[in-house]
C-alpha cells in the first residue's frame, strides 16, 4: 500500500486508524490505492496494536420476548454510531449458558460488556469481578459491585401501578410477580404491590401472590390458581405483559369479562399491550431507552470519563382499558 501510494507506512496507518492528522493530498492519494486495490485492513493484527477490538459483548436472556429485543436495538444505536460492532449472545436464562459467555466475552477481549438480566449467583459475580472490564448491567441494581447499573425504579413503579387500581376502588388485587432468582422483576415489583396495599390498609388475601416465570404460559397458571381461591380478586397487577397476556387468555377462556369483572395492570409497555383485547393498561417501561443508556454509559467508561453508578430510566401509567372503576356487580363476583 505504502509503495504503491509512494507514501510512508506510517502515513498509511495514519488515514487507515484516522489517527493523526495527514496533508489532504496524500490523503486522498492512500484513499485512491485502497479503493483500486479494495484493500481489507485485518481488524485482528489492528487489534493487536491499537489494543481494541471495537467490539461490544451483548447478553440477552431471550430474543423472542420483544423487551430484549428493543433494548438490543437501543444498544446498537448507540454502539454503531460510534464503529462498534455487537457480540451478541443469548443466555436463554441458562446460568451455565451465562458463564460460558461471561468466560467467552473475557477470552475475545472484547472492549466491553452489556448484560441485561443475569442469575444473582456467586459464580456469575465471581466471574464479572475478574473479567476487568469495562461493563454494564441492565434490569438489575448490584449492591457491592462497582459496575453501573441501569434500571427503573420497579419498586415505586409497581407502587404506582397498584394505587391506581386503589384509586379506581379495588380493595381485593392479587398479584402475579416475576421469578423470584430475578429480584427487580420478582421481589422489587412484588415489594412494590404490597408497599402499595400496606400504605392504604388493605389485607393481601392468602393464594393472591403467585410467582411467573415471564412466559405467557405462567401468566395463564398464576391467573388459575388465584381464580380458584375462595376469595377472588376485583384486579390483578401483572409484573410483566408478556405474562399479563397469558392472565388474560385464561380469564377468557373461562368467560371472565375484562375490565367488567376482573382488572387487569400490566408492565413494561410492550408493543403487544396495544394489540390485546380489551387493550393493556400498563406502566411504560422503554427497553430502547435502557439500552442506549447503557451503551452510553459503557462509552463512558471505554474513554475513562466519569460515569453514573446508577442510571434510573423513567416510568409513567399508560391508561387503556383493561382497567375500570369498581362497581357492585364487579364487588358481588369477587365471592362465589
Known amino acids: 500500500m505504502a509503495q504503491l501510494a509512494n507514501v510512508s507506512i506510517a502515513t498509511v496507518s495514519r488515514v487507515l486508524n484516522n489517527s493523526k492528522p495527514v496533508r489532504p493530498e496524500l490523503r486522498e492519494r492512500v484513499l485512491r490505492i485502497v479503493e483500486e486495490t479494495g484493500f481489507q485492513p485485518n481488524a485482528i493484527a489492528r487489534s493487536l496494536v491499537s489494543k481494541e477490538t471495537r467490539?461490544?459483548?451483548?447478553?440477552?436472556?431471550?430474543?423472542?420476548?420483544?423487551?430484549?429485543?428493543?433494548?438490543?436495538?437501543?444498544?446498537?444505536?448507540?454502539?454503531?454510531?460510534?464503529?462498534?460492532?455487537?457480540?451478541?449472545a443469548i443466555s436463554d436464562e441458562v446460568v451455565d449458558k451465562e458463564l460460558k459467555y461471561l468466560r467467552l466475552f473475557k477470552e475475545k477481549q472484547l472492549d466491553g460488556v452489556i448484560i441485561a438480566s443475569i442469575h444473582f449467583l456467586e459464580s456469575n459475580f465471581q466471574t464479572l469481578h475478574e473479567m476487568q472490564v469495562p461493563m454494564v448491567v441492565t434490569g438489575h441494581d448490584l449492591?457491592?459491585?462497582?459496575?453501573?447499573?441501569?434500571?427503573?425504579?420497579?419498586v415505586q413503579a409497581s407502587y404506582d401501578a397498584t394505587a391506581y387500581l386503589i384509586s379506581q376502588g379495588h380493595r381485593k388485587i392479587a398479584c402475579v410477580s416475576g421469578p423470584l432468582w430475578d429480584p427487580p422483576c420478582g421481589l422489587d415489583r412484588m415489594g412494590g404491590y404490597r408497599?402499595?396495599?400496606?400504605?392504604?390498609?388493605?389485607?393481601?388475601?392468602?393464594?393472591?401472590?403467585?410467582?411467573?416465570?415471564?412466559?405467557?404460559?405462567?401468566?395463564?397458571?398464576?391467573?388459575?390458581?388465584?381464580?380458584?381461591?375462595?376469595?377472588?380478586?376485583?384486579?390483578?397487577?401483572?409484573?410483566?405483559?408478556?405474562?399479563?397476556?397469558?392472565?388474560?387468555?385464561?380469564?377468557?377462556?373461562?368467560?371472565?369479562?375484562?375490565?367488567?369483572?376482573?382488572?387487569?395492570?400490566?408492565?413494561?409497555?410492550?408493543?403487544?399491550?396495544?394489540?390485546?383485547?380489551?387493550?393493556?393498561?400498563?406502566?411504560?417501561?422503554?427497553?430502547?431507552?435502557?439500552?442506549?443508556?447503557a451503551?452510553?454509559?459503557?462509552?463512558?467508561?471505554?474513554?475513562?470519563?466519569?460515569?453514573?453508578?446508577?442510571?434510573?430510566?423513567?416510568?409513567?401509567?399508560?391508561?387503556?382499558?383493561?382497567?375500570?372503576?369498581?362497581?357492585?356487580?364487579?364487588?358481588?363476583?369477587?365471592h362465589r
Open 295 to 334: 451503551a452510553e454509559q459503557l462509552l463512558k467508561q471505554i474513554r475513562n470519563e466519569p460515569v453514573e453508578r446508577m442510571s434510573i430510566v423513567p416510568h409513567h401509567l399508560v391508561i387503556r382499558q383493561s382497567v375500570s372503576a369498581i362497581n357492585e356487580e364487579t364487588s358481588r363476583s369477587a
Open 55 to 88: 467490539i461490544i459483548g451483548v447478553m440477552i436472556p431471550d430474543i423472542n420476548n420483544n423487551f430484549y429485543s428493543n433494548l438490543t436495538y437501543g444498544i446498537d444505536s448507540v454502539l454503531s454510531n460510534d464503529d462498534y460492532s455487537m457480540f451478541l
Open 143 to 154: 449492591p457491592g459491585y462497582q459496575i453501573p447499573t441501569v434500571n427503573v425504579n420497579n
Open 195 to 293: 408497599k402499595a396495599m400496606r400504605a392504604h390498609d388493605l389485607p393481601i388475601h392468602d393464594g393472591f401472590v403467585v410467582e411467573g416465570d415471564f412466559t405467557a404460559k405462567s401468566g395463564y397458571e398464576a391467573m388459575r390458581r388465584i381464580w380458584e381461591e375462595d376469595v377472588r380478586p376485583t384486579a390483578v397487577f401483572v409484573a410483566t405483559d408478556l405474562m399479563a397476556v397469558g392472565v388474560l387468555n385464561y380469564l377468557h377462556d373461562h368467560g371472565i369479562r375484562v375490565p367488567e369483572d376482573i382488572s387487569v395492570m400490566g408492565f413494561d409497555n410492550l408493543e403487544l399491550a396495544s394489540l390485546t383485547r380489551p387493550m393493556l393498561t400498563t406502566v411504560h417501561n422503554d427497553p430502547f431507552m435502557y439500552g442506549k443508556a
